[in-house]
């Protein structure tokens, strides 16, 4: 039977791609990665064994994303990450444009489409669970993420306007 501390360390992909969506910085996002499991190893003996110990790590990064956000007060922002730059030239250049405006689009959503995106779009998680990762109720799930699904086609639909 593997231990709890295997079953977390299989999950980190998913909670680092989680991590990266909902914060769109790579150093915020391996900060929060290890940030919520630190506390999800500190207080291991909360999880309860039978239920799905990825919820349990969305919910705790989710929380913890939002203490960080209240502790801050501020927000930093830049342009595009410094790897953005790396493929400027080469046949792959369309392709990374594309990916950065979209980038660009999810990180001017607010904090909590964001989130849903980030759990059913980027990370595939089904509506019931990421309802259940929020606690919120499935109508409001549903109705969030399409608000941010039209504010992502409204936002690229503008990003596309303004290219030409």
Same mark, same amino acid.
């Given at each position: 039977?593997?231990?709890?501390?295997?079953?977390?360390?299989?999950?980190?992909?998913? !909670?680092?791609?989680f *991590? &990266?969506?909902?914060?769109?910085?790579? $150093?915020?996002?391996?900060?929060? @990665?290890?940030?919520?499991?630190?506390?999800?190893?500190?207080? +291991? /003996?909360?999880?309860?064994?039978?239920?799905?110990?990825?919820?349990?790590l969305?919910?705790?990064?989710?929380? *913890?994303?939002?203490?960080? @956000?209240? #502790?801050?007060? &501020?927000? %930093?922002?830049?342009?595009?990450?410094? $790897?953005?730059?790396?493929?400027?030239? %080469? $046949?792959? *250049?369309? /392709?990374?444009?594309?990916?950065?405006?979209?980038?660009?689009?999810?990180?001017?959503?607010?904090?909590?489409?964001?989130? @849903?995106?980030? !759990?059913?779009? @980027?990370?595939?998680?089904p509506?019931?669970?990421a *309802?259940?990762v929020?606690?919120?109720?499935m109508?409001?799930?549903?109705?969030? !993420?399409?608000? #941010?699904?039209? /504010?992502?086609? $409204? !936002?690229? +639909? %503008?990003?596309? &306007?303004?290219?030409?």
């Amino acid at each position: 039977m593997p231990s709890i501390n295997t079953d977390i360390a299989a999950l980190l992909p998913r !909670l680092r791609r989680f *991590a &990266r969506t909902i914060t769109y910085h790579r $150093e915020d996002a391996d900060d929060l @990665v290890q940030i919520a499991v630190e506390r999800a190893l500190s207080r +291991s /003996a909360q999880w309860e064994a039978g239920t799905r110990l990825d919820s349990w790590l969305f919910r705790i990064m989710k929380n *913890a994303w939002i203490d960080e @956000v209240r #502790a801050r007060m &501020r927000r %930093d922002r830049i342009f595009a990450p410094e $790897e953005a730059g790396e493929h400027v030239g %080469d $046949e792959g *250049a369309q /392709a990374q444009q594309q990916r950065m405006a979209i980038q660009k689009a999810v990180s001017l959503l607010s904090d909590e489409h964001r989130i @849903v995106v980030a !759990l059913v779009l @980027v990370d595939g998680m089904p509506y019931k669970e990421a *309802a259940e990762v929020l606690d919120i109720p499935m109508g409001t799930l549903t109705s969030r !993420l399409g608000r #941010a699904r039209a /504010a992502l086609q $409204e !936002l690229l +639909s %503008d990003t596309a &306007r303004t290219a030409r």
